[in-house]
């Protein structure tokens, strides 16, 4: 039987992903003078003042870190990406690229060994006769070993649009950690153990998953008060 372990555990409410990741722009609005000499409107402030609208490769991403999600297996503790079949309009390709691993002792995000796996994503009329009833298995992530606690941030691509994925798996008894994250990090329920987690701010994975890039952020800061 399988269940899915939602992500959005230790990030608050929203997809993980698909929150963390999307900026939130308060939408422009200008009050009419009312004046009886205020400007036409094509006197109105510039359109450049406006929030920039999202791009069509922003939305694909956004689109697809929420149907892309973690599930997990109850019979064999075994986890993977799926798509839903009802989100599935149409075929398409899904690669992984990268596995990452948060370290809760070095406080640091290191990079596991991955092999490049690619996957024909297929309409759910489709799918193999022993697939998933109700999902559509993109990759099997066997860098989580059954009944392991932690965190772990998965980088893919569907049909060259990149994407990522934070998955944890653990107790969530306690909450994220309250105040305003330390520049570059992110307030998550660190998991210690299956039935043990605490509150920390850490690195940002969008920022600290990058080969050659920052390894360590201040995600040993401690938690407001």
């Excluded at 107790?171 to 210690?192: A, L, R």
Aim: glycine residues 8%; negative net charge.
């Amino acid at each position: 039987m399988a269940y899915q372990f939602l992500s959005r555990a230790g990030l608050g409410t929203g997809a993980i992903l698909a929150a963390a990741l999307a900026l939130s722009v308060p939408a422009w609005s200008a009050e009419p003078a009312a004046d009886s000499d205020a400007p036409a409107k094509a006197d109105a402030p510039a359109k450049a003042d406006a929030p920039p609208k999202p791009s069509a490769d922003q939305k694909a991403r956004e689109h697809w870190e929420t149907v892309v999600l973690f599930y997990g297996e109850e019979d064999t503790g075994e986890w993977s990406l799926r798509i839903d079949d009802k989100n599935i309009r149409e075929r398409g390709w899904f690669e992984l690229m990268e596995m990452w691993h948060y370290d809760r002792e070095k406080k640091t995000w290191e990079k596991l060994p991955t092999e490049h796996v690619q996957t024909a994503i297929v309409m759910p009329k489709d799918k193999p006769s022993d697939a998933p009833e109700g999902t559509e298995i993109l990759v099997q992530l066997r860098q989580i070993r059954p009944q392991t606690a932690g965190i772990w941030y998965a980088k893919w691509r569907v049909d060259g649009v990149d994407g990522a994925t934070l998955m944890r798996v653990g107790s969530t008894t306690v909450g994220p950690p309250k105040g305003k994250p330390p520049k570059g990090t992110i307030p998550m329920t660190v998991p210690i153990t299956l039935e043990k987690a605490e509150p920390a701010f850490i690195p940002d994975p969008r920022i600290n998953c990058m080969v050659g890039g920052a390894a360590k952020s201040d995600g040993d800061a401690k938690p407001a008060e």
